[in-house]
């Protein structure tokens, strides 16, 4: 009876171990670091994003091993992660990716180590030093020690660990098992990260007649990227591209400006989809938490002009508007170019911030306003509003109000422009009115610039006066 049991154990015994499946063997594994790279391009978009393809040369075991992938962006987003063979196309397969990103630091060390022992150090002149071994507690607010009985809400010894804990890596890094066919492999990651943004930046020197200014253009990138790219072929995409929304991480900046040669080398322009693509150069490094400027573009002799605005409001046309106590309103100056081949310019700018100088009688230039424009293709109208002007003044009255039937009201202005300037000028005076309307009487020609918008174009000489009046039918 005790063999027949036996029997039946030892049968189970060896059904067991036959359905037990056999334990994989380790995976070779291998690292690679910024050290083997041999390539790094780097397109930039202006949402704040960039396409990063890194390059490295790599001795690899063949079949299914472990790569680690070092020195990579810390705002990587690793779901856009893509690993290839220049060398040897279609010889490495993925079959598993992670990003680790847990970084060593003083912090996430000491946690790592609450509940266990560590050790601490007081030096002192006197006694020449005291190790003392203590339990870590906790590091909420500050470290709390198990010193023999008693606890100790912080020490004045250094704290020493006997090991970095698991987990922690000093650099990000990707992670892929992959399988490998090639012993030498050239390889290329490429990957999306947040932080590296680029925008583009305009210089305008205004000529003293105000008839042409020269422009000069510069792309500045800023890398918050959490990684510095070394001789970087750098490209820059202008245009909104469409982007499913992200959490932001917020990280410091340190301004390391650089600015390039006045006379280097323009990038170059290309069409790209339904974007435009500008291609630096020259190779350049980025490095981590600085802000690079690069000459984009310059031109001379653009033909210019200034415009002058006097705008009014909708409610005007609504309502009794009282008399104020100062009339003057503002008129509005704007600079306006065209960006076409004629005028000696004819590229696509990117969007950005002009900023506009002039000379003054001693031939230094003076700082005369900026703003800021949209992606302009070729053969657009760049209008940059200045500011207000000094010496030419509007003053607007209504004259009249009255409702002549439900809905429909008649409003009457008068306009006063004084120009106190050397020179003879134009005025706009730009009148938004809502609803269906009709100019029932006017003391100057106007313009139905569309259905919500009359335009009066007024010559004011200099150091003169003009009137506008006019009477409007509003129907809501």
């Not at 036996?6 to 670091?33: D, G, H, K, N, R």
């Not at 993925?94 to 847990?102: G, L, M, R, T």
Request: proline share 7%; net charge negative; hydrophobic share 40%.
């Amino acid at each position: 009876m005790r063999s027949q049991i036996l029997a039946v154990l030892l049968l189970l015994a060896f059904s067991c171990a036959w359905a037990q499946p056999p334990s994989a063997p380790a995976a070779a594994t291998a690292e690679t670091t910024i050290a083997d790279q041999v390539d790094i391009a780097v397109t930039a978009y202006t949402a704040g994003l960039a396409l990063v393809r890194d390059a490295r040369k790599l001795s690899l075991p063949t079949g299914e091993i472990d790569l680690r992938f070092s020195d990579v962006a810390q705002q990587i987003r690793p779901e856009t992660v893509s690993l290839r063979s220049v060398s040897a196309p279609g010889s490495v397969a993925v079959i598993e990716q992670n990003y680790e990103f847990d970084l060593i630091s003083p912090a996430k060390m000491m946690e790592k180590y609450v509940g266990k022992k560590v050790a601490l150090v007081n030096f002192s002149k006197e006694i020449g030093f005291e190790r003392v071994e203590a339990e870590l507690m906790s590091v909420n607010e500050g470290p709390i020690y198990r010193i023999g009985g008693e606890i100790f809400l912080g020490h004045p010894g250094n704290v020493v660990l006997p090991e970095i804990p698991e987990n922690l890596i000093a650099r990000p890094s990707l992670i892929w098992r992959v399988a490998n066919e090639a012993a030498e492999q050239t390889v290329e990651a490429a990957y999306l990260t947040g932080g590296i943004g680029w925008k583009a930046d305009y210089v305008l020197t205004l000529a003293r007649d105000e008839q042409s200014l020269g422009l000069n253009g510069w792309v500045t990138l800023t890398n918050q990227a959490g990684a510095t790219f070394n001789n970087a072929m750098v490209k820059l995409v202008a245009g909104e591209v469409n982007l499913a929304p992200q959490p932001k991480v917020m990280m410091a900046l340190d301004y390391a400006a650089q600015a390039a040669p006045a006379m280097a080398p323009m990038p170059r322009e290309e069409a790209f989809g339904e974007y435009h693509l500008y291609t630096l150069p020259r190779r350049t490094t980025i490095r981590q938490n600085q802000t690079k400027q690069v000459a984009l573009l310059a031109a001379e002799g653009v033909k210019a002009a200034k415009r002058y605005e006097f705008r009014g409001q909708e409610f005007y046309y609504m309502q009794i508007i009282p008399p104020p106590q100062e009339r003057n309103e503002p008129v509005v100056v704007f600079l306006e170019f065209r960006n076409d081949k004629a005028n000696n310019l004819g590229i696509p700018l990117p969007g950005g911030v002009m900023r506009v100088y002039q000379e003054d009688q001693d031939k230094m230039l003076q700082f005369s306003g900026e703003d800021s424009i949209k992606h302009t293709p070729k053969d657009e109208k760049v209008s940059l509003r200045l500011g207000n002007a000094f010496d030419v003044k509007g003053e607007r009255i209504q004259t009249d109000f009255r409702q002549v039937a439900p809905n429909v009201n008649e409003s009457a202005y008068k306009i006063t422009l004084r120009n106190h300037k050397q020179q003879d000028i134009v005025v706009e005076v730009v009148e938004p009115v809502p609803g269906d309307w009709e100019v029932l009487q006017s003391s100057h020609p106007y313009e139905k610039k569309d259905s919500r918008t009359i335009v009066f174009k007024v010559p004011v000489p200099r150091d003169g006066e003009v009137v506008v009046e006019y009477r409007v039918r509003v129907k809501y």
